[in-house]
């Protein structure tokens, strides 16, 4: 769209906007921009200081816990909280539930009858057999830090309503009874005194 001004001069063309970007904007994208084939989705995140993790850190102490816990139930599931101090007094919690920037691939898991995947999230088997004769737990260490560990003991609730199904296989069908099975089994039968022999 063209303007003429009633001078006659040239024709005026409106401004366009121009969107204004923050130097620290940029910079964000930029970098994002460089991660992205090279790393996933976390490595960006710390990049940019979304996320944490502790390889880097001076960290001397680790405490977990269950969210919700402190137990689990057969087929249950809970989140780890794991809250890591360093030498300066300060603390770094996990992402998730408890709320922090800790990212759980700063951890290596070895569970005990639990299964532990990569979002921290803590399984207990469906059968109650399984738990019955062994103590659940997670050791954790930090990566960087094998000397720096947590071991988290997870006591099994029964406490809640479940079913518990222990059906087996099939068994071989039965014969149907014949005149010579069934004499003999007549045969098989003790005689009493009251009983007449069938031979006077």
Known sequence: MRIYSNSGSDAIRPKAWTPVMTR???????IALLLW???????????????????????????????????????????????ATTAD??????????????????????????????KGKVSLPSDPRISETQAPHVLITVIGHPDIS???????????????HFSGSAGMRGLAPTAATA???????PASPETPSMCG
Do not use: Q
């Not at 300060?90 to 800790?102: C, F, I, L, S």
């Open 24 to 30: 620290a904007a940029m910079r964000a994208c930029v």
């Open 37 to 83: 084939p090279l790393a996933g989705c976390g490595s960006i995140e710390v990049a940019l200081g979304l996320r944490t993790r502790l390889d880097k850190l001076p960290v001397t102490a680790l405490a977990a816990s269950l969210s919700p816990g402190p137990g689990l139930a057969p087929g249950k599931s809970a989140r780890l909280v794991i809250t």
């Open 89 to 118: 007094g300060k603390t770094y919690v996990t992402v998730g539930p408890g709320h922090g920037k800790v990212l759980f691939d700063s951890f290596t898991f070895a569970p005990v009858v639990v299964t532990v995947n990569k």
């Open 150 to 164: 947590a071991d988290l003991d997870i006591p099994v609730r029964y406490d809640v309503a479940f079913a518990a």
């Open 183 to 189: 004499a003999m089994a007549i045969m098989a039968i």
